[in-house]
């Protein structure tokens, strides 16, 4: 099964608020970009991934994003994370019905494509599945075959609420590339040691020049 991921950015100058004990306010914008063309990129990479759309209102990261091949979806909602990615959602099944849709979250700067692929796998066997995040508490990515909604609950305690709504939690077992997202200072380093992409890797490089 071939699979388009759904990414959802929020605006840069508003991205990673919860790095300000790891990073400046003039390095969190360069972080979250990063991040997010790390991921879009190994995301690409994955042979279970036929595309990509970033749905982000973002000007520069539409363009930096979209200059690695993904397409870039307008916020039209501008109604939250889990009415971006329903939208976007909607929007590539308006072009091709038969998609089988997932939601991946925008930080996850040590993807490894053939995890994802593993992830995805793994997720073709049910109408809707998730991967917990590293933290067990959220959810970094949520699939959705291609006869059911895709129906996202991210947000305080996803995990639990996706499991609610139905869908069946993922336990995998060496996939830790596709778990560990950045909310933190301790999530950054987690994700360091994981080994991450080479824009993360220049930006962390900054992050120790400056003192941060």
């Known amino acids: 099964m071939q699979w388009t991921l759904v990414i959802p950015l929020k605006p840069l100058a508003r991205a990673k608020s919860r790095l300000s004990d790891t990073a400046a306010d003039g390095l969190r914008p360069g972080l979250a970009l990063a991040f997010a063309q790390d991921t879009v990129a190994a995301a690409l990479a994955c042979p279970a991934v ?3 759309a970033v749905v982000t209102d973002d000007a520069l990261a539409g363009r930096e994003l979209g200059s690695l091949g993904a397409r870039i979806v307008a916020d ?3 109604g939250g994370l889990n009415a971006a990615l329903a939208h976007a959602a ?3 099944r308006a072009a ?3 998609s089988a849709v997932a939601a991946l979250n925008a930080d996850l700067p040590a993807l490894r494509p053939l995890e994802l692929a593993r992830v995805l796998d793994a997720a073709a066997e049910f109408p809707r599945a998730f991967l917990p995040d ?3 508490m959220g959810t970094t990515l949520l699939a959705a075959r291609e006869d059911q909604e895709l129906r ?3 947000g305080t305690d996803s995990r639990a609420r996706h ?3 139905g869908a069946v939690e993922l336990v995998l077992d060496a996939v830790d590339s596709v778990r560990q997202d950045v909310d933190t200072g301790d999530d950054l380093r987690a994700a360091l040691a994981l080994g991450v992409g080479p824009r993360t890797a220049a930006q962390a490089a900054r992050l120790l020049i400056s003192g941060q």
Request: aromatic share 4%; no cysteine; charged share 30%.
């Open 50 to 52: 036929k595309d990509v």
């Open 76 to 78: 039209e909602p501008s």
């Open 90 to 92: 909607a929007v590539v």
């Open 96 to 98: 091709r019905p038969e």
């Open 134 to 136: 590293a933290a067990a």
């Open 152 to 154: 996202p609950a991210f």
């Open 163 to 165: 499991r609610a709504s």
